[in-house]
């Protein structure tokens, strides 16, 4: 079985979108992993903040890589978000997935969404499914 950032690596190298917004991983385990971008001029919407979309995608690229990280692939079924605090250019994003439940078909990650400065940007939570298919 291939180990956590080994994995990571293998399914940065086939995520364009996670590229595209420049998502950089900063730690990775099993069930757990730490993500971050920078909020660049592509990234704001029409009132010149952080489309939610952002924070959101950064959000389910970290599920995917701390699900994925046990060496099982990994599916999301259910995920929601929640917007805490507006997002502007130049933000850098951190996003802090945790695992809270792991079972034989489900699991359930918890991410935190802070700014540089610290602060709670926005609150996400998925669901996903274990497939029988290792890395």
Not at 44 to 71: E, P
Not at 83 to 99: I, P, Q, R, S
Not at 116 to 127: D, H, N, P
Request: charged share 15%.
């Amino acid at each position: 079985m291939k180990a956590p950032n080994e994995i990571v690596d293998l399914m940065l190298q086939q995520d364009a979108f996670s590229q595209l917004l420049g998502m950089e991983c900063i730690a990775i385990d099993k069930g757990s992993c730490v993500l971050r971008c920078t909020v660049t001029s592509q990234m704001t919407n029409g009132f010149g903040i952080a489309h939610g979309g952002i924070t959101y995608s950064l959000a389910d690229s970290a599920l995917a890589f701390a699900s994925n990280a046990h060496g099982v692939h990994c599916f999301s079924v259910d995920t929601n978000i929640a917007h805490l605090k507006k997002v502007k250019l130049g933000d850098v994003l951190t996003a802090t997935c945790t695992e809270s439940h792991r079972g034989k078909r489900t699991g359930v990650y918890l991410v935190d969404i802070q700014n540089q400065e610290g602060m709670r940007v926005a609150y996400f939570r998925g669901t996903v499914f274990v497939s029988s298919e290792v890395w």
